[in-house]
């Protein structure tokens, strides 16, 4: 049962305009969301995450935005750079005796084309 | 970098063997947290220890052991290694069991022959 789904493998977007990530969930219980970000041989590097009592969080150009009724969640990255370009990861966390078990979806590969 | 540091960065072992990886977390963080990356599973949540104590469990196999000692630097354990623990697994600290940010190191990647 996966939990968390990015159901894009890829994305392919032109340096300057927007990335849009999407993820959705199937765990009521999940109650803070987090993206990461992964290069490879490297370890996923955290970028920005949300608490499920706010449907916005912002930082720089990074924005998440959660949809609790339709259990969705994307991550904004405006503009976007080929710096960005990396495998997103976004896990969910339930609360209580479940916080620090993360739950991560497969992953999007994000190219940014120069 | 993180502040987390794993060793080995890769390990070659055969099949039935055991093998120890190390983890020290970032300083100050008390929450260590063990995943493993394979291709067809993604990241997966394993075992997490807070101050030298157990605290949650994943899809941990019996086969796999890990413990935190009093320096706060954490072991994963794998035994009777089977060619299917082949993956990259990852160690990741926080301030406290959560909700925190989770900090990953770089990895062990481990091969199984």
Partial sequence: DQQVKQNSPSLSVQ???????????????????????????????????????KDKNEDGRFTVFLNKSAKHLSLHIVPSQPGDSAVYFCAGEAGGTSYGKL?????????VHP | DSGVTQTPKHLITATGQRVTLRCSPRSGDLSVYWYQQSLDQGLQFLIQYYNGEERAKGNILERFSAQQFPDLHSELNLSSLELGDSALYFC???????????????GTRLTVT
């Fill in chain 1, 15 to 53: 340096e300057g305009r927007i990335s849009i990530l999407n993820c959705d969930y199937t765990n009521s219980m999940f109650d803070y969301f987090l993206w990461y970000k992964k290069y490879p041989a490297e370890g996923p590097t955290f970028l920005i995450s949300i608490s499920s009592i």
């Fill in chain 1, 103 to 111: 739950t991560f979806g497969q992953g999007t590969i994000l190219t």
């Fill in chain 2, 92 to 106: 990741a600290s926080s301030v406290d069991g959560g909700p925190y940010e989770q900090y990953f190191g770089p």
